[in-house]
């Protein structure tokens, strides 16, 4: 485990990550004898997904675990090449999914907050300040070895 997360002065998130990791090995685990490539998977690509709870904070999780948002665009892109029907080709359905993505990307990024990014910033200061708490002092360090040998 990363020392960084074990070493925080959240216990709770600590916990909450042990956990995670003890249920995803316990599942890798579980499907080894009968599915050994999804085990493989989990066990090596699992933390990759799970990781964004410890890259993000608390705020952002709700909106981090749910697939609403990816669910909501599908949807409209299916609903939108309905109304064509027929595709007169592959490029003409590429340009019209473009063109959708590319507004609303506009009005994701400029009009409606979805992540506060405040609570992104704070969280980020957060942790740097704790790992410069953690970190040894080198300057330091160097000055008592220095005293010790000249002593």
């Not at 050994?36 to 608390?58: F, M, Q, R």
């Not at 064509?84 to 592959?90: G, L, M, Q």
Request: negative net charge; charged residues 35%; contains cysteine.
């Amino acid at each position: 485990m990363d020392t960084a997360w074990s070493e925080t002065s959240d216990s709770w998130d600590c916990k909450k990550y042990e956990d995670a990791q003890a249920t995803m090995d316990q599942i890798a685990e579980d499907y080894q004898d009968k599915h050994p490539k999804l085990a493989e998977l989990i066990s090596e690509h699992a933390w990759e997904t799970l990781g964004v709870y410890h890259a993000a904070p608390a705020e952002h999780h709700k909106r981090l675990r749910t697939t609403n948002m990816i669910e909501r665009v599908n949807q409209e892109l299916k609903r939108r090449s309905k109304v064509v029907r027929i595709f007169p080709n592959p490029k003409s359905c590429l340009r019209l999914f473009t063109a959708l993505l590319k507004e609303w990307h506009e009005d994701w990024a400029y009009g409606k907050i979805y992540l506060d990014m405040e609570h992104l910033e704070e969280f980020e200061e957060m942790k740097r300040v704790q790992h410069q708490e953690r970190a040894p002092d080198v300057e330091s360090n160097s000055i008592k070895k220095k005293k010790m040998t000249v002593a």
